[in-house]
């Protein structure tokens, strides 16, 4: 099965940026549609960004518009959010997780595997 591993999380202050990685195996890896989610405590894992397997498509909630940017390197196996402006609304693991799928999904049960999770701490 598919293997991925986050990194780049981090205690930060309001305002500041982060960039998370999310290293994946496999032999298919431009073919999966590949989505950022965040869970903070007592709440639901929430959808954050997502992006076809070219590259060419993205989707991101709301409340992250404008600040966070979803990329990927199918040569490196790896997709990419970069989160800048942060503010404590922000605070959550963010997970990694890969659909094997066409069209990029906002569901979180349509994703097949996902990572471990990263913190993510943001200070006022």
């Known amino acids: 099965q598919v293997q991925l591993v986050e990194s780049g999380g981090g205690l930060v202050q309001a305002g500041g940026s982060l960039r998370l990685s999310c290293a994946a195996s496999?032999?298919?890896?431009?073919?999966?549609?590949m989505g950022w989610f965040r869970q903070a405590p007592g709440k639901e894992r929430e959808f954050v960004a997502a992006?076809?397997?070219?590259?060419?498509?993205?989707y991101y909630v709301d409340s992250v518009k404008g600040r966070f940017t979803i990329s990927r390197d199918n040569a490196k196996n790896t997709v990419y959010l970069q989160m800048n402006s942060l503010k404590p609304e922000d605070t959550a693991v963010y997970y990694c997780?890969?659909?094997?799928?066409?069209?990029?999904?906002?569901?979180?049960?349509?994703?097949?595997?996902w990572g471990q999770g990263t913190q993510v701490t943001v200070s006022s």
């Open positions: 997780a890969a659909d094997i799928g066409i069209r990029v999904e906002v569901r979180p049960y349509e994703y097949d595997y």
């Open positions: 496999g032999r298919t890896f431009s073919s999966y549609v």
């Open positions: 992006i076809s397997g070219s590259g060419t498509s993205t």
